[in-house]
C-alpha cells in the first residue's frame, strides 16, 4: 500500500551542526516529494521538493536527495539555526494522476544555541 | 489572495453534538484536501477533490465524517456525531495542479470535543 516511513522522529542538534532526515516510500512510481515545515503552532510550508528526474536539489541552506533505485530521499539542513526548530515532514506523491500526497510521521528538530 | 481561509479557528463542542467546519481554497486551484493531525497518528489525509468532485475519500475515518464541495471556493468538513477521539487539528489544503504540485495549508480548526 501506500506509505511513507520518517526517521528520525525527533532529533537535537547544536546550532551550526548540520541535521539529516531521512524517508522512504512505498510506490516505485512516485514522482514527487515535497518537504514541508511546521512551526509549533502553525500550518505546515513548503521549504523545498524535488522530482523524480532530478537526484539532488540546493536552495541556500537546505538540500534534498534523491535515490530512485532504494526508494527514499533526504532532507540536509547545513549550519542550523535555532529558528531551524521545527517539525518537518516529508511526503511523495502516489501514482494515479492526482496530486494525492502521503506524508511521513514527522521529525521533530530542536536546535539549541 | 488571502491564502486557504479555514472557519472556525477554534471549536470547543460537546459529545455528540455536530460540528461544521469551512473551507475557502485558494482561487483557482482546483484541488481541495482535508488532513487531520494528531499526535499519535500524525497527518492524515481524509479525503480530498478534483473540481469538486471527491476523488479519494479512503481516509475518512468512519460514516461519521462527511465532506462537500459545493463549489470550487467553499467545501465543508460535518462530523456527526462528535466523539472526544475527533479532537485534532484538523486542515485544509489547496493546489494547482498545473503549478508544480504546491500544496497550501489553511491555518487550520483545532476541535475539541468533550
Known amino acids: 500500500g501506500e506509505n511513507v516511513e520518517q526517521h528520525p522522529s525527533t532529533l537535537s542538534v547544536q546550532e551550526g551542526d548540520s541535521a539529516v532526515i531521512k524517508c522512504t516510500y512505498s510506490?516505485?512510481?512516485?514522482?514527487?516529494f515535497p518537504w514541508y515545515k511546521q512551526e509549533l503552532g502553525k500550518r505546515p510550508q513548503l521549504i523545498i521538493d524535488?522530482?523524480?528526474?532530478?537526484g539532488e536539489k540546493k536552495d541556500q541552506r537546505i538540500a534534498v536527495t534523491l535515490n530512485k533505485t532504494a526508494k527514499h530521499f533526504s532532507l540536509h539542513i547545513t549550519e542550523t539555526q535555532p529558528e531551524d526548530s521545527a517539525v518537518y515532514f516529508c511526503a511523495a506523491r502516489f501514482s494515479g494522476g492526482y496530486n494525492k500526497l502521503i506524508f511521513g510521521a514527522g521529525t521533530r528538530l530542536a536546535v539549541h544555541p | 489572495d488571502a491564502g486557504v481561509i479555514q472557519s472556525p479557528r477554534h471549536e470547543v463542542t460537546e459529545m455528540g453534538q455536530e460540528v461544521t467546519l469551512r473551507c475557502k481554497p485558494i482561487?483557482?486551484?482546483?484541488?481541495l484536501f482535508w488532513y487531520r493531525q494528531t499526535m499519535m497518528r500524525g497527518l492524515e489525509l481524509l479525503i480530498y477533490?478534483?473540481?469538486?468532485?471527491?476523488?479519494?475519500d479512503s481516509g475518512m475515518p468512519e460514516d461519521r465524517f462527511s465532506a462537500k464541495m459545493p463549489n470550487a471556493s467553499f467545501s465543508t468538513l460535518k462530523i456527526q456525531p462528535s466523539e472526544p477521539r475527533d479532537s485534532a487539528v484538523y486542515f485544509c489544503?489547496?493546489?494547482?495542479?498545473?503549478?508544480?504540485?504546491?500544496?497550501?495549508f489553511g491555518p487550520g480548526t483545532r476541535l475539541t470535543v468533550l
Open positions: 510506490d516505485s512510481a512516485s514522482n514527487y
Open positions: 477533490f478534483n473540481n469538486n468532485v471527491p476523488i479519494d
Open positions: 489544503a489547496s493546489s494547482f495542479r498545473l503549478a508544480d504540485n504546491e500544496q497550501f
Open positions: 482561487s483557482g486551484h482546483d484541488y
Open positions: 524535488i522530482r523524480s528526474n532530478v
